[in-house]
Each structure stands twice: as C-alpha cells, then as structure tokens.
C-alpha cells in the first residue's frame, strides 16, 4: 500500500530521474531499439499486430531496468545519505515502496512511449486493442519484478556497476528458465521448476490477451519476494546479526518467500481468467454454448496425458485442462471429462490406443543423458457406442472448433449432405481438397457424385453441390441434373477457373470448360481475365545472386469480404490467379469478396511472372464471388460462385487457414446451418497489414521510429534547460 510518506519518496526518485540528462539519455534508446526491431519484423510479417514488439520487449527491459534501478539505494549509500535518510521520520517500507514506485513509474512512462505505434498501427490494419492492453499489462508486471530485484540488488553493494550486473544476472536467469533448451536439458520435474519460476513463460501467456489468475499471482509473487529481502537488506544492515531482532527478521522475511510460493502453487490449481481478445479466442463461443445446451445424454471425454510432457507440451496440458473444465461447466454436466494416465498402465494404454490417441515420442534428460519416451497428450470422445478422437493435441489454437465439432459429429440427429462433382478433372474430396473434406465431414456427410452409366448423375439426398474447378466437358445430361436439383431446393457452390494456370511456364490459358457459360442462366458470369491487386496481395520468394527475397505478388490478391452473413468473422482470403465475377440487374446477387481500388486485370496474354511490370491504368474495385440467395424455379435453392477453385486446395491452407473457413462459411450458408461457423471465423481471420497508399506506411513507419525518440529529446532538453535557468535565477537571489 503506498501512504503519504512513501508517495514523496516515490515522486521524489521520478524528479531524480527526469532531472538527469542519462535519463532521457536512456529513453531514447529504449524507444529507438524497440520500434526498430518492431517495424522491421512488422512490415515483413504483414500483421497489424504488437507481437513483434513485445517478443522482444523481455530482452531489452533486461537492459534497460537494471541502470535505472542500479542507484536506488546505491547511490545514497556512496554519498552517505543513507543513515540521514533512514533518520527520517518515515518507516523502511515506506522507503522501499517509494523507491519502487518511483523507478517503475520511470519504466512504465518508458512503455508508454510506444503507445503511438499502437495507435497507428490501426491506419494499416485491423488491430486487437484487448491484446494490446495484455500485452502492455504484462510488460509493466514484468517491469514491476526487475524493478525488485534491482531494488534488491542495489541494497547489496555501494557500487552502482555491480548492482546492475547482479540485477541483470538475475533477470536473466528469470527469462531463461523458460526456454526451451532450458527446460529440455533438465530432469522432468526440475523442468517443471524451472517452467513455474521463468517470467518469459507468464509473460508470454498473458501476450496471448488472456489476464490469468495464476500469472498475476505469480507476478506479484515475485515482487513481493523481492521486495521482502531487499526490506532484510536494508534493516540487516543497521542491527547486529547475533540480537533476536535481527533472527526474528529472517524469520519473517523466510516465512514471506514462502507464502508467495506457496501462493503460486495454490494458483496453479484455481482457474479464473479474463478473456480481453476481440473475438473471445479463449472463452467457449455460443455456437458451442448451443450444441453442448442441446445435448440430450452424456458425452464422454477422456484427456490422456503423459506424467512427464516437455516444457511447450506441459503449458499445452493446462490449457487443454482449462479448456476441458469450461465444457464440464458449460454443459451443466452432460460432457463428462476424465484424465487419465496411460504410462505404466497397460489397460489404459490400450485403452487410449482403441480411441484413436496414438503415442508421440519427446527427448527427457535422464541419468547425464537424453532419452527419447513414448507419450500422451490426446483427447476421446464417446457418445454411446461411438468414438472420435484428436490423437494428439499440438495446440489449443484450434481445439475448440475440433473437440465441438466432434461432439456434434457424434450426437447430431440428421446430418446433411454435401457432394463433390467429380469425374470432369475437378479438384477432388481427397485429394487436392482433403482438408476442406475433411472439416466439412466433422458437420456434414459427404461424398463424391459422378454420372454412372443410364442413372446419369444422382443429387438424391445431396443438400449441396461443390464444383470445383472442372476442365473437361460436362454433358447436357448432366447440366440438365444440376438445373433439376437446384430447381427442387438444392444448393451449390461453384468454384470456377476461367483459367488454367501452369506455373512452371509462367502462363495461363483459357478454360472452355469451366461451366461458366452454364451460370449465364442465372445471371452470373466468370470473366475471362486474371485480376491482380496493387494494393493488397500476398509475397512470393524469388531467387537472386544475393539468395532468396520475399517480392511482391500482385496475381495473389487478398480479398475483402464484404458480406459478414456468409463469411462471419474472416475480414479476408487470398485467391490465386483469381477471375473476377459479374452479375446481372435482376440476379440478385450479393457481392462476397471484393478487391481494394488498386485492382486491374490481364485479358490476354495471361503472364503470371512475379517480376513483371503490372498495368497501372484502367485499376477499379473488382468482385471475385457472388451470392444468389434465391435461385431455381422454386426459388428456395441458393447459390455461390467464387472466379476461383485454387484458394481451397491444401497447398493454399497451409499458408491460409482462411480460406477454408471461409469455404466451409459459404457451405455452412448455402445449407442453412451455421453451427460451427462462429468458432473457425474467431480463429481464422488474419489481421493483415495493409496501408492503403506507400506515403502512409512510411509516415506511420518514420513517423514513430524518429518522431519519438525527437519529441522525447527535444523535451528533456527544454525540461533540463528551464531547470539550469531556475537554478541560474535562485543563485542571484
């Protein structure tokens, strides 16, 4: 608690410092390092985010704090002020605290002097200020420790040096304990030690935009661990080792380290969080509020785990605990969650092996040497008589949308169907589409269509038909069975390529077999042409004499969606070697996907070289999908046309996630269920970097990187020169 006493104390160091030209000194090189780092990882990156910011803020407050801290009470005892200031009619914990607060108000007007990127960086892109608010708590908590142990430290010797190597030693050693090369080279539970005491590990979880209850703990904790044996360092010194007082106050000042630790056990086990992220990334989404409210029996869940996980895997643990207890919660009981231990348990281990959870082999340090162990860390599900299971949980990103979508796999009464066209060299269900058929198959039953022999094409059954990218002719037949499914109610999604692209000539060609002369009759058309985006696109590597570079690709436009009702959450995907798509007045069409103003498109002569000079004029916001909310002569079937097939391959989902979210959105649509769609839009959606001229990157950019560090100088300069101008006139007086 800070009083009147300690408050004079605290503001009396800040005048200290900001009186001193070191000082500002200091803060220009804090704030100069810190966003040169942060735009040069930024930019590259392309996500408008303060992650690279505060990957690195860790290390440069190692440096930072230490000088700033070094003199707290150093300094007083090298001038001999010490005993006139211990004298004083105020108390040692007035003084400590004031010291602290003083040098930590320092550091954190230090923090907040970066604030302006985080301010502007909105000009580029979509920022999540609930992150950045994390991210800034935890930095000023982490601040908050190396203050502690400086103000430690600083007790310990007259010499300001030595009191900042012992204070840097310290915060080192506090960072790496959490790495993984640290925890790695440890015996299991040391690791574990090791991982519970390392400030890089609570930090880095409360970057995630998550204040949990066992990071605060320990943060505090640890200041006021720190903050006990400095208190013992400063009265040790004033009394004799051999009075009771002086074993009295090692007594209380052990017993002080010792609830904080036992404070920090204690927290391990409570579970109580703050979800400041846009989108509630870590709190459960009503679509799984729903489906876990409409369960009609129990649904089984058994969490298997090794005893002894590495480091990463051990935090992976707890959130997959966490995560798991919040459906136990949610569900009012009906999901039922087990852990269970399959190592030195055979029954279990064959257990686990019959639901799907397979063993993972991690290094562990055994007598002086590495050891390769079979482990767990899988998730069952049963529902009756059936089972599903995620066989190994890498990560939680996306273990919400897995483990819901399994429960509903498995309970759900009347599952629609979605067919894939095939038989026309469209991308197939299981083969360049496996991970779109495969999400699709956690919500829906799906299956492959083709025309076989006098029964011609059979859609009986089938809710949605993807076409995705056919180039070999489809009879009349069978467009007269597509025309007679959708008429009757049925939907589709017709993914077209105008073009057929081969990359390793660097051309495309026209495909006259696309369909898209057979979707005129509904007013849509696929244009013949290849549309890139100057503004907004993707990078490709190119290879030089100088090695590999990271160029501009503009034939990769990272499209807008412009339709929330069938995207949900995803702000943008990425289509390649994309068409742009038109319809009619009376169609009814609702835009999708719609390209930046800086859009042209080649109509001939299809050049895919990345090092090619691109078309300035005629540039124009293009659309790239559209939406029929009501086509057939029934007027009950819907349809989506997208001038692209490519962007849902699995080559394409690996680099972005989005765009199967954003396939599986539009089928989700088409037929009428979103059920499983809130939870991949909250984890799909990129926050991309995205200027929307050159002159305005750069002002954001040089506008931070130089505007700050001179407004900071050019304020210590007239702060310190109307200081020597009060003093010059107190001195004639």
Same mark, same amino acid.
């Given at each position: 608690?800070?009083?009147?006493?300690?408050?004079?104390?605290?503001?009396?160091?800040?005048?200290?410092?900001?009186?001193?030209?070191?000082?500002?000194?200091?803060?220009?090189?804090?704030?100069?390092?810190?966003?040169?780092?942060?735009?040069?990882?930024?930019?590259?990156?392309?996500?408008?985010?303060?992650? *690279?910011?505060?990957?690195?803020?860790?290390?440069?407050?190692?440096?930072?704090? *230490?000088?700033?801290?070094?003199?707290?009470?150093?300094?007083?005892?090298?001038?001999?002020?010490?005993?006139?200031?211990?004298?004083?009619?105020?108390?040692?914990?007035?003084?400590?605290?004031?010291?602290?607060?003083?040098?930590?108000?320092?550091?954190?007007?230090?923090?907040?002097?970066?604030?302006?990127?985080?301010?502007?960086?909105?000009?580029?892109?979509?920022?999540?200020?609930?992150?950045?608010?994390?991210?800034?708590?935890?930095?000023?908590?982490?601040?908050?420790?190396?203050?502690?142990?400086?103000?430690?430290?600083?007790?310990?010797?007259?010499?300001?040096?030595?009191?900042?190597?012992?204070?840097?030693?310290?915060?080192?050693?506090?960072?790496?304990?959490?790495?993984?090369?640290?925890?790695?080279?440890?015996?299991?539970?040391?690791?574990?030690?090791?991982?519970?005491?390392?400030?890089?590990?609570?930090?880095?979880?409360?970057?995630?935009?998550?204040?949990?209850?066992?990071?605060?703990?320990?943060?505090?904790?640890?200041?006021?661990?720190?903050?006990?044996?400095?208190?013992?360092?400063?009265?040790?010194?004033?009394?004799?080792?051999?009075?009771?007082?002086?074993?009295?106050?090692?007594?209380?000042?052990?017993?002080?380290?010792?609830?904080?630790?036992?404070?920090?056990?204690?927290?391990?086990?409570?579970?109580?969080?703050?979800?400041?992220?846009?989108?509630?990334?870590?709190?459960?989404?009503?679509?799984?509020?729903?489906?876990?409210?409409?369960?009609?029996?129990?649904?089984?869940?058994?969490?298997?785990?090794?005893?002894?996980?590495?480091?990463?895997?051990?935090?992976?643990?707890?959130?997959?605990?966490?995560?798991?207890?919040?459906?136990?919660?949610?569900?009012?009981?009906?999901?039922?969650?087990?852990?269970?231990?399959?190592?030195?348990?055979?029954?279990?281990?064959?257990?686990?092996?019959?639901?799907?959870?397979?063993?993972?082999?991690?290094?562990?340090?055994?007598?002086?040497?590495?050891?390769?162990?079979?482990?767990?860390?899988?998730?069952?599900?049963?529902?009756?008589?059936?089972?599903?299971?995620?066989?190994?949980?890498?990560?939680?990103?996306?273990?919400?949308?897995?483990?819901?979508?399994?429960?509903?796999?498995?309970?759900?009464?009347?599952?629609?169907?979605?067919?894939?066209?095939?038989?026309?060299?469209?991308?197939?269900?299981?083969?360049?589409?496996?991970?779109?058929?495969?999400?699709?198959?956690?919500?829906?039953?799906?299956?492959?269509?083709?025309?076989?022999?006098?029964?011609?094409?059979?859609?009986?059954?089938?809710?949605?038909?993807?076409?995705?990218?056919?180039?070999?002719?489809?009879?009349?037949?069978?467009?007269?069975?597509?025309?007679?499914?959708?008429?009757?109610?049925?939907?589709?999604?017709?993914?077209?390529?105008?073009?057929?692209?081969?990359?390793?000539?660097?051309?495309?060609?026209?495909?006259?077999?696309?369909?898209?002369?057979?979707?005129?009759?509904?007013?849509?058309?696929?244009?013949?042409?290849?549309?890139?985006?100057?503004?907004?696109?993707?990078?490709?590597?190119?290879?030089?004499?100088?090695?590999?570079?990271?160029?501009?690709?503009?034939?990769?436009?990272?499209?807008?969606?412009?339709?929330?009702?069938?995207?949900?959450?995803?702000?943008?995907?990425?289509?390649?070697?994309?068409?742009?798509?038109?319809?009619?007045?009376?169609?009814?069409?609702?835009?999708?996907?719609?390209?930046?103003?800086?859009?042209?498109?080649?109509?001939?002569?299809?050049?895919?070289?990345?090092?090619?000079?691109?078309?300035?004029?005629?540039?124009?916001?293009?659309?790239?999908?559209?939406?029929?909310?009501?086509?057939?002569?029934?007027?009950?079937?819907?349809?989506?046309?997208?001038?692209?097939?490519?962007?849902?391959?699995?080559?394409?989902?690996?680099?972005?996630?989005?765009?199967?979210?954003?396939?599986?959105?539009?089928?989700?649509?088409?037929?009428?269920?979103?059920?499983?769609?809130?939870?991949?839009?909250?984890?799909?959606?990129?926050?991309?970097?995205?200027?929307?001229?050159?002159?305005?990157?750069?002002?954001?950019?040089?506008?931070?990187?130089?505007?700050?560090?001179?407004?900071?100088?050019?304020?210590?300069?007239?702060?310190?020169?109307?200081?020597?101008?009060?003093?010059?006139?107190?001195?004639?007086?």
């Amino acid at each position: 608690m800070i009083t009147r006493a300690s408050w004079t104390i605290a503001r009396k160091e800040l005048k200290s410092y900001i009186d001193r030209p070191a000082a500002y000194i200091l803060l220009v090189v804090f704030v100069a390092i810190s966003l040169f780092l942060f735009f040069r990882t930024a930019f590259l990156s392309g996500e408008a985010s303060m992650r *690279p910011l505060f990957n690195v803020i860790p290390w440069i407050l190692l440096f930072f704090v *230490p000088p700033i801290t070094m003199r707290l009470f150093s300094e007083e005892e090298k001038q001999g002020t010490m005993e006139l200031l211990l004298t004083q009619p105020i108390s040692d914990l007035d003084i400590l605290v004031g010291k602290f607060a003083g040098a930590l108000i320092f550091v954190a007007l230090a923090l907040a002097s970066t604030l302006p990127v985080a301010l502007t960086l909105r000009l580029g892109g979509p920022v999540d200020y609930g992150i950045v608010f994390s991210q800034y708590l935890g930095a000023l908590l982490l601040s908050a420790v190396f203050v502690a142990t400086g103000l430690f430290a600083s007790g310990l010797t007259s010499n300001q040096v030595v009191a900042s190597i012992i204070a840097m030693t310290i915060n080192f050693g506090l960072l790496i304990l959490g790495f993984d090369a640290v925890l790695l080279a440890a015996p299991y539970v040391i690791g574990q030690v090791f991982q519970s005491v390392s400030a890089l590990t609570h930090f880095e979880n409360m970057g995630r935009g998550v204040i949990d209850l066992r990071d605060v703990v320990y943060f505090v904790g640890m200041v006021a661990g720190f903050g006990a044996l400095a208190y013992f360092t400063l009265k040790a010194k004033r009394i004799s080792k051999s009075s009771p007082y002086y074993r009295n106050l090692q007594s209380g000042v052990a017993a002080l380290v010792a609830i904080c630790v036992i404070a920090n056990v204690l927290a391990g086990y409570a579970w109580l969080r703050a979800d400041l992220t846009e989108n509630n990334l870590f709190t459960l989404s009503p679509a799984t509020e729903r489906i876990l409210g409409d369960l009609e029996d129990v649904v089984t869940v058994k969490l298997y785990a090794s005893p002894e996980l590495p480091g990463e895997l051990a935090l992976t643990f707890r959130d997959t605990r966490d995560l798991l207890s919040d459906y136990a919660r949610t569900s009012r009981g009906k999901v039922q969650v087990k852990t269970l231990y399959p190592v030195g348990e055979d029954k279990v281990a064959q257990e686990a092996a019959a639901a799907g959870v397979r063993q993972v082999q991690f290094n562990v340090v055994g007598q002086d040497e590495f050891q390769l162990k079979n482990g767990y860390l899988g998730i069952a599900v049963q529902f009756g008589s059936k089972k599903e299971a995620v066989p190994f949980v890498q990560s939680t990103e996306d273990l919400e949308y897995q483990l819901t979508g399994l429960i509903h796999k498995l309970t759900a009464k009347d599952r629609k169907t979605v067919a894939f066209l095939a038989g026309h060299g469209e991308k197939g269900q299981y083969k360049e589409l496996a991970t779109f058929g495969q999400e699709l198959s956690k919500q829906y039953e799906t299956k492959e269509v083709s025309a076989s022999g006098k029964k011609g094409l059979d859609l009986k059954g089938v809710s949605t038909l993807v076409v995705a990218g056919p180039n070999q002719k489809i009879d009349k037949a069978e467009r007269q069975a597509i025309t007679k499914f959708l008429d009757s109610g049925g939907n589709a999604l017709f993914l077209i390529d105008a073009l057929t692209v081969n990359p390793q000539f660097l051309m495309g060609m026209p495909n006259p077999n696309s369909l898209a002369d057979y979707l005129k009759q509904f007013g849509v058309g696929v244009k013949e042409d290849m549309v890139y985006d100057l503004q907004s696109h993707e990078t490709v590597q190119l290879n030089s004499d100088a090695g590999p570079v990271m160029a501009p690709y503009p034939l990769w436009p990272r499209v807008a969606l412009v339709s929330p009702e069938v995207g949900g959450e995803i702000r943008s995907i990425v289509l390649p070697w994309a068409s742009s798509v038109e319809a009619s007045k009376g169609a009814g069409a609702v835009p999708l996907l719609r390209t930046t103003e800086a859009a042209g498109a080649q109509t001939k002569d299809f050049n895919i070289a990345p090092d090619q000079a691109f078309a300035e004029k005629g540039l124009a916001p293009r659309s790239m999908a559209l939406a029929l909310p009501k086509v057939g002569s029934s007027g009950k079937g819907r349809l989506i046309v997208v001038g692209n097939s490519s962007f849902v391959t699995d080559d394409f989902a690996r680099q972005a996630p989005e765009n199967v979210a954003f396939a599986l959105n539009s089928v989700d649509w088409l037929t009428q269920q979103k059920s499983l769609g809130e939870i991949r839009s909250k984890r799909s959606q990129p926050r991309r970097l995205a200027f929307s001229s050159d002159l305005l990157r750069q002002t954001v950019h040089y506008g931070n990187l130089i505007g700050i560090p001179i407004l900071i100088a050019l304020y210590g300069m007239l702060h310190l020169l109307k200081r020597r101008r009060i003093a010059r006139e107190g001195s004639r007086g």
